[in-house]
């Protein structure tokens, strides 16, 4: 994380927040060589998410041959999909509002004002990461 200056105000996202909650539904649904991928491009997002991945003690690339795919991803679209399809949402809204509120704290001068506010993704489990019905029985627990 950066290092604040006094007069500094932002908001981010608290990736290491969300992949936690996402890698342990992951291994909880059997997962047990949870990989990550992530998109080419050279901002600040691989980077952030790899390096929240490595914290986390995730450090597999290797992919097993039958993938759970648990996408960073606001499209609704994986809702809708056979089998819908779990994703992890950085929270756009929250993250418009916070940084709504941190603006007019800061145009308005409000003391005791929290200026880096971390928001946390939020995992929405779905059937694509949901153990194996065969898993599932075989284990005594229910689907």
């Known amino acids: ?6 007069c500094d105000a932002w908001v981010l996202t608290d990736y290491e927040a969300g992949l936690c909650p996402m890698l342990d539904h992951l291994a909880q649904s ?9 998109p080419l491009h050279d901002d600040a997002y691989p980077r952030l998410i790899a390096h929240a991945y490595r914290v986390l003690g995730a450090t597999n690339t290797a992919c097993p041959p039958s993938c759970r795919s648990t996408p960073i991803s606001e499209d609704p679209d994986y809702a809708t999909t056979n089998p819908l399809v779990t994703t992890l949402s950085l929270s756009p809204d929250r993250m418009g509002t916070e940084a709504v509120d941190l603006l007019i704290a800061v145009i308005n001068a409000r003391g005791g004002v929290d200026r880096c506010r971390l928001v946390q993704p939020v995992p929405t489990p779905r059937r694509s990461t949901r153990r194996p019905a065969t898993d599932a029985r075989r284990s005594g627990r229910p689907e």
């Open 1 to 6: 994380m950066p290092q604040p200056h006094w």
């Open 30 to 38: 059997g997962a047990r060589r949870i990989g990550l991928f992530l």
